[in-house]
């Protein structure tokens, strides 16, 4: 990640539109999502360690994208539980944390994200070498793995650009709320007679 006590300080290239603002834009417009620190995009979508020079001339440091994609399980996996906890699926005697482990998979593997990230055009967005989007230039050359795990990444810095709240409604715009073992079982609080 890019070091923090420099963030406010640094502008994006204005003189020309450079491959990092073009998939930050994409990114924006595909999550319907606009980040206010441009930078953790950046970050999510780079799956290799460089840096950035700004117009100022400073250089800024990114690292690759995993452990963002860490960050970015771990949140997606408790919005997920979170949706699971509303259903009311979590009485005595249901198989409650095999169902929530069933759809934390389902939804998070790789070959999910990854598909996800093809129908969605994230793919072509990766900067995965010194050179602007080079290895992933067709579908089939982009890797599920690679693709998941900037997908992860992506939504790890949604976290931490917007918080939870903000997660969860990316989440929800991109159809994460929808499988069958996250339909509503029992009432919500405040719905239906007691």
Same mark, same amino acid.
């Given at each position: /990640?890019c $070091?923090?006590?420099?963030?406010a300080?640094?502008t994006?290239?204005?003189t #020309?539109i @450079? +491959?990092d603002?073009v998939?930050?834009a994409?990114c924006?417009?595909?999550?319907? +999502?606009?980040?206010?620190n441009k930078f953790l995009c950046i970050?999510?979508i780079s799956t290799?360690?460089? #840096?950035?020079?700004m117009?100022?001339g400073?250089?800024?440091?990114v690292?690759?994208n995993?452990a963002?994609?860490?960050?970015g399980y771990?949140? /997606?996996? #408790?919005?997920?539980c979170?949706?699971?906890?509303?259903?009311g699926r979590?009485?005595?005697?249901? $198989?409650?944390? @095999?169902?929530?482990d069933?759809?934390?998979k389902?939804?998070l593997?790789?070959?999910a994200? =990854?598909r996800l990230g093809k129908?969605?055009?994230?793919? $072509?967005y990766?900067?995965n070498t010194s050179?602007?989007f #080079?290895?992933?230039t067709?579908?089939?050359?982009a890797?599920?793995?690679?693709?998941?795990?900037?997908m992860?990444a992506?939504f790890?810095?949604? +976290?931490l650009?917007?918080r =939870?709240d903000?997660?969860?409604?990316?989440? $929800?715009?991109?159809?994460f709320d929808?499988?069958?073992l996250?339909e509503v079982?029992?009432?919500?609080?405040?719905?239906?007679?007691?």
């Amino acid at each position: /990640m890019c $070091r923090r006590s420099n963030v406010a300080q640094l502008t994006m290239p204005s003189t #020309s539109i @450079g +491959y990092d603002e073009v998939g930050v834009a994409r990114c924006e417009q595909i999550l319907q +999502y606009h980040f206010k620190n441009k930078f953790l995009c950046i970050e999510a979508i780079s799956t290799i360690k460089r #840096s950035i020079k700004m117009n100022d001339g400073q250089s800024v440091e990114v690292q690759d994208n995993l452990a963002m994609a860490v960050l970015g399980y771990t949140q /997606m996996a #408790s919005v997920l539980c979170r949706i699971w906890w509303e259903t009311g699926r979590r009485k005595r005697g249901e $198989r409650v944390a @095999g169902d929530l482990d069933i759809v934390v998979k389902a939804k998070l593997n790789n070959k999910a994200l =990854g598909r996800l990230g093809k129908e969605m055009d994230i793919h $072509r967005y990766i900067i995965n070498t010194s050179a602007p989007f #080079s290895c992933f230039t067709g579908d089939s050359e982009a890797k599920d793995k690679v693709v998941a795990e900037t997908m992860r990444a992506i939504f790890g810095a949604v +976290y931490l650009d917007g918080r =939870g709240d903000e997660l969860e409604q990316t989440m $929800r715009r991109l159809k994460f709320d929808q499988h069958e073992l996250l339909e509503v079982k029992v009432p919500r609080f405040g719905h239906g007679k007691i």
